[in-house]
């Protein structure tokens, strides 16, 4: 029997306001109790409906061949860390309930400012197997989470996949992602995915591959942005709980605030305005972000406000703010302890 075992004292505490909705922020330290993983022999034996990963990994738009730009290796999912988070946007994370968060370890975007480099880039986390990510979705349904929260997710699309075609969910399944997606991929994800919390980090080629490596990450995003839409429809959100719908996340960067206007300009002339936004100033300077002078502060409230301005002048009038006390770095999830045990 393997046992994940937590006590965790940490979450990504941002104070976010909702623009449309009334929800309230939900205080809270979490006990992540016991999550027991039965080996099943059933799908141990089952054919691998994975893409044969030595011929190629196809999860990201890097289709970097056997290089792993992301760090993972073949045949084996890495976990850093599965909890109650309780610090999502509200319609995600209803009182009481929380969201069932899955941190997969390592990236594929590997941002040279990331709050969480412990896991994107050290990889720090266990390896697992198909048959335990099933079990641990069971048992957060268990623990009565709104939904399954897959953080970070795109280097594993085809493992998620296969896990997701043995066993779905009967709550919410959340793809949180970096927004660096290959398009074909998001489309696999039609009836197993029901939310889309899609990062829009850049509209620049030249910010994207200064600070990410990938200068193809706006194209990729706006792409794969449309094909979610397609694929979950119309957004419901019932009793302020989304059960179907996209979200997309914007951290506004230090002297980036008209790339950022872009962003907005370009979602609302592919997609339209009718869709939940999340307005972040929680960043603060991490990581490799000391060797790039222009980013190593935090945003100032008037380049926030700028964006928001614009955001809501395009016609953007649902979604989520913050204030500037979320850009703290005690607001950022501690990953550098071991919060997951696999016995
Ligand atoms: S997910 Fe990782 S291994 Fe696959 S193409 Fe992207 S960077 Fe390469």
């Given at each position: 029997m393997d046992l994940f075992g937590s006590r965790l004292k940490e979450g990504v505490q941002e104070n976010r306001k909702q623009i449309s909705l009334n929800n309230k922020d939900i205080e809270g330290r979490v006990k992540f109790s016991d999550i027991l993983i039965k080996k099943n022999i059933d799908m141990e034996k089952k054919k691998s409906t994975r893409l044969s990963y030595n011929s190629g990994?196809?999860?990201?738009?890097?289709?970097?061949a056997n290089k792993s730009f992301c760090g993972k290796s073949s045949n084996v999912v890495r976990v850093a860390k599965v909890m109650r988070h309780m610090y999502e946007e509200p319609i995600l994370c209803p009182a009481g309930m929380g969201s069932g968060a899955i941190f997969f370890s390592f990236c594929s975007l590997k941002c040279v400012y990331c709050q969480n480099y412990e896991i994107s880039s050290l990889g720090q986390g266990k390896d697992i197997k198909i048959y335990d990510l099933c079990e641990i979705f069971k048992k957060l349904e268990k623990m009565g989470v709104a939904n399954i929260n897959l953080v970070t997710p795109t280097h594993y699309t085809f493992e998620i996949i296969e896990a997701l075609n043995s066993y779905r969910p009967k709550i919410p399944v959340v793809w949180n992602s970096s927004g660096y997606e290959d398009s074909s991929n998001i489309n696999k994800l039609k009836g197993l995915v029901d939310i889309f919390l899609f990062d829009a980090k850049y509209f620049s080629p030249e910010l994207s591959a200064k600070?990410?490596?990938?200068?193809d990450y706006f194209d990729n995003f706006i792409k794969s942005l449309v094909v979610a839409r397609e694929i979950v429809g119309e957004d419901i959100v019932q009793n302020g709980v989304m059960k179907k719908g996209i979200i997309v996340r914007l951290l506004v960067l230090p002297n980036a605030w008209r790339d950022s206007i872009e962003i907005f300009r370009h979602i609302k002339e592919k997609v339209g305005t009718n869709i939940y936004v999340s307005l972040m100033s929680q960043y603060v300077p991490m990581h490799?972000?000391?060797?790039?002078p222009e980013i190593n502060r935090k945003i100032t409230p008037l380049e926030y406000k700028k964006v928001l301005r614009e955001m809501i002048g395009l016609g953007f009038n649902k979604g989520f703010t913050q204030d500037k006390?979320?850009?703290?770095?005690?607001?950022t999830p501690n990953f550098s302890r071991p919060t997951l045990e696999l016995k």
């Open positions: 990994c196809t999860c990201c738009p890097r289709h970097c600070y990410s490596g990938a200068r490799k972000a000391k060797f790039y006390t979320s850009a703290n770095i005690c607001f």
